[in-house]
């Protein structure tokens, strides 16, 4: 048994699996690749949201990590259904006041 030394920080989440998504857009992820942009091109980062049930993978190019990136890419991606669950790194657009209230606004509806 290997035991780690324990910490005085409270926990922010504990690890847990998923399961299989059992329907369209109850399972997605948000992955951001960037460091694109040659001399003739303003987009940067291509912005991909990918379903885990159809394995569908919808994709935005612009030349910022904002919210309105991430907002807009849901918008585009799940017009007739909602997504329950997002997954994601820490990205500042995600973490941001405006796509919280996005989000909230969405779900209320």
Known sequence: MFKN????????GLMSH????TKPFQICSIDTIGGF???RST???L???SDHFTRYA???TSSTQNANDF???IRNCAETDDIELILSDQYPGINSKEFKRFW???KLL
């Open 58 to 60: 919808y994709v935005l």
């Open 71 to 73: 907002i807009k890419l």
């Open 37 to 39: 942009g040659g001399s």
């Open 104 to 106: 909230m606004k969405r």
């Open 5 to 12: 030394k324990s910490r005085g920080q409270s926990k922010y």
């Open 43 to 45: 987009k940067r980062y």
């Open 47 to 49: 912005h991909l949201l």
């Open 18 to 21: 998923l399961g299989p998504a």
